[in-house]
């Protein structure tokens, strides 16, 4: 009997990733925390994670208390040194040069640090369906605002700003529990969903829905479904290729294609 060889048998998986890329016409990306992480980025719910130490505010409290105001500002300004630190990875990179050869149509994301664009993807191929950290918006006009303003506002004074615009309240552009989702925002990823021939999951446990439900979609429709994730996820077993591995090197790997 042959003994297993899991480094041959990563590379066979790497293979068929390479193939169904190839063969794509219109692919999707769909992202979560797990592309984020390798560059450094903490995740929320994993034990440790940003959760286990804070647990998360809820719009509506948001909007109701000046506190829970206070102590969301005090957070985001907390992970700023993070989040100007860290630099896409070879997962985003490589994902930029699937949407720039033509084959990712668009790059449905669940993470809000901005790197997909960082990296090259085009700002009409993102769709940030959490929304986005590194600004913020007015819940009243929506006005966006840049944070530098805001953090020097909130240090001088102990409170964020209000509006300029409007007098409203200043929020990062992140969707919080309890918030609805961004309809616009939603309905382009459906799109692009229902009309894909391949969807790939990079670092999605996909147990958020809605947005969990876009791969389910996307192989009702008939598109091939790839899941890659360190852990398994519910969606494995109707998954087309499953890789649990990391997303930067296994991508890397699948797409030397695009070199040749």
């Known amino acids: 009997m042959l003994a297993y060889d899991p480094e041959k048998a990563m590379q066979s998986e790497e293979k068929c990733l390479a193939t169904l890329l190839q063969a794509a016409r219109r692919a999707v990306i769909f992202t979560g ?137 200043l929020k990062t552009a992140t969707i919080s529990f309890g918030q609805a989702m961004p309809q616009l925002e939603m309905a382009r990823a459906d799109e692009a969903t229902r009309t894909c021939d391949l969807f790939v999951v990079l670092g999605s446990s996909l147990v958020v829905y809605p947005a969990a439900g876009f791969p389910l979609i996307a192989k009702r429709m008939g598109a091939k479904l790839v899941i890659v994730n360190r852990d398994p996820t519910e969606q494995d077993q109707i998954a087309d290729l499953v890789l649990h591995s990391e997303i930067g090197p296994t991508l890397r790997a699948a797409t030397r294609f695009l070199d040749q």
């Open 33 to 169: 925390a797990g592309i984020s992480t390798e560059s450094g980025i903490p995740d929320f719910r994993s034990p440790g994670g940003l959760w286990t130490k804070n647990a998360p505010i809820y719009f509506d409290d948001f909007v109701r208390s000046a506190e829970m105001r206070r102590e969301a500002w005090k957070r985001r300004f907390a992970m700023e040194e993070t989040f100007a630190r860290v630099k896409p990875n070879a997962g985003h990179i490589t994902v930029s040069k699937l949407a720039a050869h033509g084959i990712v149509s668009h790059v449905v994301t669940q993470n809000i640090d901005n790197l997909h664009q960082d990296s090259g993807v085009p700002d009409d191929k993102v769709i940030e369906i959490h929304g986005n950290t590194r600004y913020a918006k007015c819940l009243d006009c929506g006005q966006r605002m840049e944070l530098e303003p805001i953090r020097a506002y909130f240090e001088a004074n102990g409170d964020p700003p209000d509006c300029q615009a409007c007098g409203g309240i």
